[in-house]
């Protein structure tokens, strides 16, 4: 009875601190930081000193006002930002923007600027339109960047030169004649010496190199700089931070209203868009190393926008600089190995550290060797692989405009030229259609290339009359849309046409966006004798005259097919089916045709990633043996691309035993290669359903004609004595059973070629390394359905592989 008192009273106190059923409360979680973090703290915060102080001069703030700014960013925006691993802090690319504010208004009055930008930021937030920011064309966003990181490059010369710069760019290269021809050699000295070490320093060469990279280029050419300046005791100016009380801090906006409100909206403009791009940038980054990044989650962009706004306001109102994400430190603690946000907001603490402490070590910089860091990253902003790709796009022009405006004009100025510039560029790339007419052997083609909108109406209605009346005509649409004037005249005159004895065959690809409107495809289904055509948005049916009895499906989208009506028996010697009748046309106008259909839409897309390939050469992780049938597409049925199978075709999906005469090594050949040289990681044997090749070995009868066909076959017996071994392990298919005889043996073939495949040299030895794994496929035509070969207790089963399995 005694041992029940205890028991009774902890059930008591149990019920009297938690409602019954509860679970019991969590342990309290100690506070932790990896030390991936704290290492990648120490990387980021010895990049993030030496360029706070370098653009807290060039903006003309005081140098606080970059150590402030940088341990804002990494606390305030660290902990709320929706971006774990990015670093935000005074970045380079609001430095022309602060630099004009600060000329204009004061020091105070551009810190209350910043507060209201960070306001703004928040109630950007709130309304959840951080995407929105995205849409801005790529060539804007780097034509701005690259204004500015010319107008840094220009001002900052003259500090290298030992000079003052001026107000504007313009100003500022008119100047700069007068400033080479005073430059001190000193000043000149040092800058070289920062530049050099910026330089080189990353590239040192060695195993000693790869040590000595860890610390970062930026620190190793200021520290440089600094020690080379002090033994030569140049008397240069220096950094001067002057005591933290006599700091300012921000005061009531003064100044016009308007000028003000502009002010407002672009500081918030530049650093809203640059940290929502460094954001996904950081992603991506984050994706791409091979350290462990699978907890650090993708960005918040609604969130992220919160937390600059926040740091602005905090950073503002203590006399910092607008704080925005910076793509150096970001991509700095991505590479350090960071995890979460604890290293980001552990470099804005060191920074603080920094402040209060190392005041005496930063006055002996020089100003020289701030300015050089800071004009090599203006230059670095100037970046040759976005004009690349912009060129590519052909959007070079908007890139060139808004750069030449932000440096004249300014930024908030130079980005609305930008976007007026593509505004234009879309107007005139919509506007801009090529309609073509020719004649190829009978057959009128009317080759539409662009979007078709009632601005090309006259020029197609003219085109489509140079079609004869009752001749056969191709309407070939290479656009991604067409509105209804387009496509009420198109309509019109394809039954008028039609009408007189005419036929009309239209095409409507490009890049697999439809183009018809849903009617046009409905009746398309209809005549089609299917009313679906599927969610894949490749899926463009051709549009057939009325009652040519189309027999497109929607899974011919991975091929180029143009529909010629119902496929009719090959003619005799003397029938002659001329093209466009309906008949099955030439072969040789079909290979034809889809190379001329290649070569349109799908070369432009591929280009790219053979040109790669063709200069890294191939480098395929498996090699798939099946069989010659031409309803087994290996890219299809395995997902597959350019250099990703090693693909081996025959009859029957045969691998004939090693040292047989044969008569034909090409199998063991190619087995030789991609083991031994391509180093493939698998062998894939893959049979089908209704394989001719088995049907034969069925139905084969000892004695007649040695064919090349009945040579070959003679590889498959084993796997049709296997067949009819009652003793041997036959192989199942999951769900159901074999339906015949010819797919009991479809699939006992496959298990027998994987059999073969040990017996060879290069096969054997890599299994024993375990370089090398065996699988077996059996595909069933009728069902599109893929079964692979797995073993269980000893027998061989064909699992179904399904949708649910392949998404996982």
């Known amino acids: ?416 030229l930008g976007i007026g510039v593509a505004v234009a560029v879309a107007l005139h790339r919509l506007t801009r259609t090529r309609i073509t007419h020719d004649e190829q052997e009978g057959v009128h083609h009317v080759h539409v290339r662009g979007q078709l909108t009632f601005l090309a109406v006259p020029r197609l209605s003219r085109a489509l009359h140079l079609v004869p009346q009752g001749a056969d005509a191709v309407v070939e649409l290479d656009g991604s849309f067409m509105d209804h004037a387009a496509y009420e005249t198109l309509h019109d005159w394809q039954r008028t046409h039609t009408a007189r004895g005419g036929t009309v065959g239209i095409t409507g690809r490009r890049a697999g966006v439809r183009i018809a409107e849903p009617a046009t495809l409905a009746a398309l289904a209809a005549r089609s004798g299917t009313d679906d055509f599927g969610d894949d948005p490749a899926v463009v049916p051709p549009v057939a005259p009325a009652g040519a009895g189309c027999r497109c499906r929607p899974w011919t989208a991975w091929r180029n097919h143009q529909c010629e009506g119902p496929r009719q028996p090959a003619p005799s010697s003397g029938d002659a089916h001329p093209e466009g009748t309906g008949k099955f046309p030439p072969s040789g106008h079909e290979l034809a045709r889809g190379i001329s259909a290649f070569q349109r839409h799908t070369a432009p897309l591929v280009r790219g990633e053979l040109a790669r390939l063709a200069r890294e050469g191939q480098q395929p992780s498996q090699l798939f043996l099946t069989c010659a049938d031409s309803r087994l597409v290996t890219s299809m049925i395995t997902s597959s691309g350019p250099g990703d199978l090693f693909v081996v075709r025959n009859v029957g999906n045969l691998v004939p035993l090693p040292g047989e005469e044969s008569g034909d090594d090409s199998v063991a050949a190619a087995i030789e290669y991609a083991v031994d040289v391509l180093r493939v990681r698998s062998i894939t044997v893959c049979g089908h359903s209704g394989c001719g090749a088995m049907q034969a070995l069925l139905s084969s009868e000892p004695g007649g004609a040695r064919t090349p066909l009945k040579r070959w076959l003679r590889h498959g017996k084993p796997s049709l004595e296997r067949l009819a071994d009652d003793a041997g392990d036959l192989p199942e298919l999951t769900g159901r059973d074999p339906a015949d005889a010819v797919e009991r043996l479809c699939l006992a073939n496959v298990v027998q070629q994987l059999e073969h495949l040990h017996a060879h040299e290069s096969v054997g030895r890599a299994l024993r390394e375990g370089a090398l794994e065996l699988h077996g496929m059996y595909f069933h035509v009728g069902e599109a359905q893929a079964y692979l070969l797995t073993g269980a207790d000893g027998s061989e089963v064909f699992d179904r592989v399904r949708a649910a399995e392949l998404s996982a």
């Not at 402030?68 to 609001?94: E, F, N, T, Y």
């Not at 022009?397 to 932000?406: E, F, I, K, S």
């Open 1 to 416: 009875m005694s041992a029940c008192v205890p028991t009774r009273i902890n059930s008591t106190s149990t019920k009297r601190n938690h409602p019954p059923h509860s679970p019991p409360p969590a342990p309290r979680r100690r506070f932790r930081i990896a030390g991936a973090d704290v290492s990648a703290s120490i990387a980021v915060f010895l990049i993030a000193l030496p360029l706070s102080l370098g653009i807290a001069l060039a903006t003309g703030a005081p140098l606080q006002a970059g150590l402030v700014a940088a341990a804002v960013g990494g606390i305030v925006a660290g902990r709320i930002g929706g971006c774990p691993l990015q670093v935000s802090g005074p970045a380079a690319g609001l430095t022309v923007v602060t630099a004009d504010l600060i000329q204009r208004y004061g020091w105070r009055t551009t810190c209350a600027v910043s507060v209201l930008a960070g306001f703004t930021q928040l109630a950007l937030g709130c309304l959840r339109v951080a995407r929105g920011a995205l849409a801005v064309s790529p060539a804007i966003v780097h034509g701005m960047l690259a204004g500015i990181g010319v107008t840094i490059a220009v001002a900052q010369l003259h500090i290298v030169l030992g000079g003052t710069p001026q107000s504007s760019v313009l100003h500022n290269l008119r100047a700069l004649p007068a400033q080479l021809a005073d430059a001190p050699p000193a000043s000149l000295a040092v800058s070289a010496l920062t530049l050099a070490l910026l330089l080189l320093w990353p590239r040192l060469p060695g195993r000693t190199g790869r040590l000595l990279r860890a610390v970062p280029a930026a620190l190793v050419a200021v520290t440089g700089a600094t020690t080379a300046a002090a033994l030569a005791g140049a008397g240069l100016p220096e950094v001067d931070l002057p005591s933290w009380r006599s700091h300012a801090l921000a005061g009531l906006p003064e100044g016009p209203v308007l000028g003000l409100v502009a002010a407002v909206l672009t500081t918030t403009l530049v650093c809203s868009v640059q940290s929502l791009l460094g954001a996904v940038a950081v992603d991506k980054l984050v994706a791409a190393r091979s350290g462990p990044s699978a907890h650090v989650g993708r960005s918040d962009l609604d969130r992220e926008l919160l937390g600059q706004g926040a740091a602005n306001i905090v950073s503002g109102a203590l006399g910092g600089l607008p704080v925005a994400g910076v793509a150096v430190r970001s991509t700095a603690n991505v590479n350090a190995g960071a995890l979460s946000r604890n290293s980001t907001m552990l470099h804005g603490v060191l920074v603080v550290i920094a402040a209060l402490l190392m005041v005496p070590l930063l006055e002996f910089i020089p100003l020289a060797s701030l300015a050089a860091l800071v004009m090599a990253v203006g230059i670095q902003m100037v970046s040759l692989h976005h004009i690349r790709t912009v060129t590519r796009h052909r959007e070079v022009l908007v890139y060139a405009v808004t750069t030449l405006g932000v440096v004249v004009f300014g930024v908030l100025e130079g980005v609305m």
